[in-house]
């Protein structure tokens, strides 16, 4: 009988502990979460977008597997999802992409796309916006998430416990264990689901991580916008699309969103940069720079801002990519590193599960 221990009670985390109970025959599954909620951190935290493709032009393979994906997240968390009509453009100048490159990536991949609907064309600037389209892509509501977690986890009968941090791994070749609170938790199995931190606990050679600390701006578009999400692509600029947990749009820029970032060394924990950071807002840059293609931007009014630090693998910086991490360490493999990259690839992360041998 195998028994587990997740670390991290994240969408990955509470995903992860539900379906080794029940799909893979753990006969005990422990969740250890620091802080008071499920999904209180970066699965809160976040652009709310469900990936359907379009965001990932520069690797076919990330693109191609959201597609694959986003049927199947809508299905399974369908009362999560929010929908509104998508609207992705190109800029005129700087962008990586052109028009023709962008329809022939989407009909490669399966996308539908269609050219905007005049009313919709005509909010954005002329000289700056090369094309707009209409795309098929949602949001999620990240409260609802976090109860239709709780409730898979309370099916499942996964342990879970808040508040509740654990302090440090340990693996030999017979069994791994837990330090939380004092206190030695044993099991066959650890699976590290702690995002930005998975390095504390990982422990061994750095995992090639690259740690940006985040910030998304709050705010409420104008009405025109209302409803409707913007993604400029592709490169420096913005999107503002729906944030459904607070009822507002996510603002987000390439350029000012990250306000630092750094590689995994093993040397800094991202949770203490965080706290330790000012967080003072850059929304007055977002918002002027967004107001240059979509002109109403200039009177979405702010309502505040989160902070997270944001974690992707390293090798994908250039690409944009967001392969899953799922690296094995120590005796047996018993120390599972994961990072999803992603919401919807979590459906990734669950076939590569079907495929690992558990002791
Ligand atoms: C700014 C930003 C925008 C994003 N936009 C999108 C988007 O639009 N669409 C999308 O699909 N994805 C997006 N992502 C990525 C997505 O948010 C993540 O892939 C996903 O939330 C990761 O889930 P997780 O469970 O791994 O991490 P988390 O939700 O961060 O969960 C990790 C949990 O581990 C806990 N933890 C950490 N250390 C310990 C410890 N020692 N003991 C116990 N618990 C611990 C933390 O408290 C936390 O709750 C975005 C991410 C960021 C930061």
């Not at 999107?239 to 459904?244: K, Q, R, T």
Request: aromatic share 8%; hydrophobic share 40%.
């Amino acid at each position: 009988m195998t028994t587990a221990i997740v670390v991290g009670g994240g969408f990955y985390g509470a995903t992860i502990a539900a379906y080794l109970k029940t799909e893979r025959g753990v006969s005990d599954v422990t969740l250890f979460e620091a802080g008071p909620r499920l999904l209180g951190e970066a699965s809160f935290v976040n652009q709310a977008r469900v990936h359907a493709g379009y965001h990932y032009l520069r690797s076919f393979t990330t693109a191609y597997r959201s597609r694959v994906n986003y049927p199947r997240f809508l299905a399974e968390y369908g009362e999560a999802v929010v929908s509104f009509q998508a609207v992705y453009a190109l800029a005129a100048r700087n962008s990586k992409v052109t028009p023709r490159q962008m329809e022939r990536f989407c009909a490669d991949i399966g996308a539908p796309l269609a050219s905007a609907p005049e009313a919709i064309a005509a909010l954005f600037n002329p000289r700056t916006v090369a094309r707009a389209y209409l795309a098929d892509e949602a949001a999620f509501d990240a409260e609802r998430l976090a109860r239709l977690s709780e409730a898979l986890l309370a099916r499942s009968g996964v342990d879970v416990r808040l508040n509740a941090e654990v302090e440090a791994v340990r693996v030999d070749d017979a069994r791994a264990a837990v330090e939380a609170g004092g206190r030695t938790f044993r099991a066959d199995l650890v699976f590290n689901c702690t995002y930005s931190r998975l390095q504390a606990l990982a422990s061994g050679p750095p995992l090639a991580l690259k740690h940006e600390l985040t910030e998304m701006a709050l705010v409420r578009p104008p009405p025109e916008l209302d409803g409707l999400g913007i993604t400029v692509m592709d490169g420096p600029f913005f999107s503002c699309m729906p944030f459904p947990s607070r009822g507002l749009h996510s603002l987000s820029h390439v350029r000012y969103t990250p306000h630092m970032s750094w590689t995994e060394t093993g040397e800094r924990d991202p949770r203490a940069v965080l706290t330790a950071h000012a967080k003072e807002t850059r929304v007055d840059r977002m918002l002027r720079d967004a107001a240059r293609y979509v002109p109403s931007m200039a009177r979405a009014g702010y309502e505040g801002s989160l902070f997270t630090v944001k974690t992707v693998l390293a090798r994908n910086e250039g690409d944009d990519g967001r392969p899953i991490l799922f690296e094995r360490r120590g005796p047996g493999g018993r120390l599972v590193s994961v990072l999803g990259g992603k919401i919807d690839n979590v459906f990734d992360v669950l076939a590569r599960l079907d495929e690992e041998a558990l002791p």
